[in-house]
């Protein structure tokens, strides 16, 4: 699970009340991963562009120490950094690289977890925290 | 009634062609033939690849000619496109060596050889009902500004060429082809000619009406069981003469295919789409380097995979644990992607029936495609979280990881409209959805029976047929408006035009093709034979097992 997905994922129970992110990162195993020799600079450099509108910043930062990268990114995201092409290349590393392999995830309202095995979340619901009426 | 009315038919024919050909001399003119197969895509899928590149067809920027004889009804595998000799844009020129000096931009072929479809790009210098009104036009267009212009680019003595001469479902002896040759003369190219590889390869190309399998249409024996020659059995519908651009002719279509087939790959499932039906989707959904896809139904990848082909980055979510897991870790989908050196996909293990509550509430729009074949029940089944009774009891804490989730069936229609749903919540603006969806049924209103969104605006559906009533389509959508979240239930009130009806239309195939099939002659005696067959291998399978342990016993026993 890479942190880029992380920011986007959320407990999503009856009881959490839509309040369940951002998700606690318990780490047991992390890995980081080179991207293989396809990838290009460009592409990479255009992916990051694109997708910095919608993180969330300050919940990727807490992610990003709760995976070891401590004080790897700036508390605030200004205008100039996004301009700067080497803090991207930093951060496509940070968002992309970095994978959680085997790990817990949990909700901070109701302490609900969600379990990382072979870098695969789980959020599938048990039955009973399920909606029964069609939303 | 086919009696030896044969030559009235060619006559016929004969005058309905007597119409004049328009090549518009100031314009940059090309001709696009496609590969004779999924007829229905071909137009769906360069429209795409050219808007991608800020080519809008039919527009003044890029009209469509009509093609030479236009009454036939059939759907030809050429498209004349006609753009402003002027015309670039920030990803494109149509000036092939301007286009390969920068950087960003391309030219026309190297945009069209994403096609999957297209089997070739060719630079017009004529066109005509026959090769006679095509000598004319060249020789018109040779004279005129444009035509002297690139004429003399390519003429000089140190550009070796060739002349193709590529008659559609007919064969000419090499005598006649070289008659055709002869035709083109005039042009007097002053380079060597070269067999392997010239500098420029010029071609002639003879339609003839061909049938949707692609084998032409008219007989080479009359009623007299006499061969008729094959210049009156099967008269030209046009006749195009030109440069072609890019790569070359292709012969199946676009390059990829092959070496990505589906034969390679390491794991497969039943419902693994074929590569190429999963590029041209990628297609559909405008699916380049640098962007993000998802596939909600990720199943064991192979959607994602042509996505991740194109350079981009895909997510796949799926409520399977074990197909994400894969057989073994020699064979899932991380492995498919490490085989052709692309970067990991991100899996999460998911349902999509409540896609918005298990990603972040407020609507933020994070993919720009969403490419998927959602599970409709023919040989994967849907399921979404929940349980079959009323109330569940709550599992015990110390279970609850290793607790496998009941599952239900989720039905069809509600699939479709929580992929809607999710499409257009997610995806950024201009955004596209691309999706597969079977028909079993005869009457089927693209317009009517498809699932909508007020988000969303409908831009096509291709036709897949796979028996006379079985089939599926294709469908891509583009987000237009932004998500309300307020407004989700009048959203998904709006889904299905005509109600259950629609939904019924692509719902329970399983059932209506076991239905149909005991309708058929002879159902119950085939069934038998079946059954029969599939006990005497298992059968087989048992003894041999038994016969090699008894074996292995054996030599443990010495």
């Not at chain 1, 790897?72 to 690289?97: Q, S």
């Not at chain 1, 789980?122 to 009426?133: A, G, W």
């Not at chain 2, 994403?114 to 095509?134: M, Y």
Request: proline letters at 5%.
């Amino acid at each position: 699970m890479r942190l880029l997905t992380h920011n986007t994922l959320r407990n999503n129970s009856q009881a959490a009340k839509g309040e369940g992110f951002p998700l606690k990162i318990t780490a047991t195993e992390i890995r980081v991963e080179e991207a293989p020799v396809l990838a290009e600079d460009e592409q990479q450099l255009s992916f990051v562009k694109g997708i910095l509108g919608m993180l969330d910043w300050s919940a990727l930062v807490v992610a990003a120490s709760e995976m070891g990268l401590d004080k790897a990114l700036p508390p605030i995201l200004t205008e100039d950094l996004t301009k700067d092409e080497d803090f991207l290349r930093a951060l496509f590393h940070v968002l992309m690289n970095v994978h959680l392999v085997n790990g817990v995830l949990t909700c901070p309202v109701t302490g609900r977890e969600f379990p990382v095995m072979d870098g695969i979340p789980n959020m599938i619901l048990e039955e009973e925290e399920c909606e029964t009426i069609r939303i | 009634d086919s009696t030896c009315n044969f030559e009235e038919r060619v006559l016929a024919n004969v005058t309905t062609r007597i119409m004049t050909c328009y090549l518009p001399i100031d314009r940059y003119n090309i001709l696009v033939e496609f590969a004779v197969k999924h007829m229905d895509f071909q137009r769906a899928e360069l429209e795409s690849v050219l808007d991608l590149y800020g080519i809008k067809l039919h527009s003044p920027d890029c009209q469509i000619l009509p093609l030479p004889s236009p009454t036939t009804e059939r759907t030809r595998p050429f498209l004349m496109l006609s753009f402003p000799c002027e015309l670039k844009g920030p990803r494109f020129h149509l000036e092939e060596e301007e286009a390969t000096n920068s950087n960003e931009q391309e030219s026309i072929a190297s945009i069209l050889s994403r096609c999957i479809l297209v089997r070739s790009v060719i630079e017009l210098w004529g066109i005509g009902t026959t090769i006679e009104d095509c000598v004319d036009c060249s020789k018109q267009w040779k004279e005129s500004c444009l035509g002297k212009e690139i004429f003399g680019k390519h003429s000089d003595s140190s550009k070796s060429w060739k002349l193709t001469i590529h008659t559609l479902g007919s064969t000419f002896t090499r005598q006649e082809q070289n008659d055709m040759r002869l035709n083109f003369k005039f042009f007097d190219f002053k380079g060597p000619v070269k067999m392997k590889e010239p500098t420029s390869e010029y071609i002639m190309i003879r339609e003839v009406e061909l049938s949707s399998l692609g084998s032409a249409v008219y007989p080479r024996q009359d009623c007299s069981k006499k061969t008729i020659p094959e210049n009156e059995a099967r008269p030209p519908l046009a006749v195009y003469f030109g440069r072609i651009l890019g790569q070359g002719r292709a012969t199946k279509g676009r390059g990829d295919v092959e070496r990505y087939s589906l034969k390679k790959r390491n794991y497969l499932g039943p419902t693994s789409m074929d590569a190429e039906l999963s590029f041209i989707m990628s297609n559909l959904g405008q699916v380049e380097k640098g962007k993000y896809v998802m596939d909600p139904f990720v199943g064991t990848g192979s959607i994602l995979l042509s996505c991740a082909i194109r350079g981009a980055y895909c997510i796949g979510t799926d409520i399977d644990i074990r197909v994400l897991r894969g057989r073994n870790e020699h064979e899932n989908i991380r492995s498919n992607f490490a085989q052709f050196g692309l970067p990991r996909p991100e899996l999460v293990r998911s349902d999509n029936a409540m896609y918005n509550r298990h990603y972040r509430r407020s609507a933020v729009p994070l993919y720009d495609s969403i490419v998927t074949d959602p599970p409709y029940g023919i040989r994967a089944g849907a399921r979404r979280s929940g349980s079959r009774s009323e109330n569940p009891k709550p599992v015990v804490e110390e279970w609850r990881h290793n607790h496998i989730a009941q599952t239900k069936p989720y039905a069809v229609e509600d699939v479709m409209a929580d992929l809607l749903d999710m499409a257009a919540r997610t995806l950024v603006m201009g955004g596209r959805l691309v999706y597969v969806i079977p028909s079993f049924s005869a009457e089927f209103s693209v317009e009517n029976d498809l699932p909508q969104h007020t988000c969303l605006e409908f831009i096509h559906s291709c036709y897949q047929p796979f028996s006379p009533e079985l089939g599926r389509r294709i469908v891509t959508m583009k987000k237009m408006k932004a998500y309300e979240e307020t407004r989700q239930n009048e959203y998904l009130a709006v889904v299905w035009k005509n109600g259950a009806e629609s939904a019924e239309k692509c719902a329970n195939i399983r059932d209506k093709l076991l239905e149909a099939a005991k309708k058929k002659p002879r159902y119950e005696e085939k069934l038998a034979i079946r059954k029969e067959k599939r006990k005497k291998t298992k059968d087989a399978k048992k003894r041999a097992k038994l016969e090699h342990n008894s074996d292995s016993n054996i030599d443990k026993n010495q």
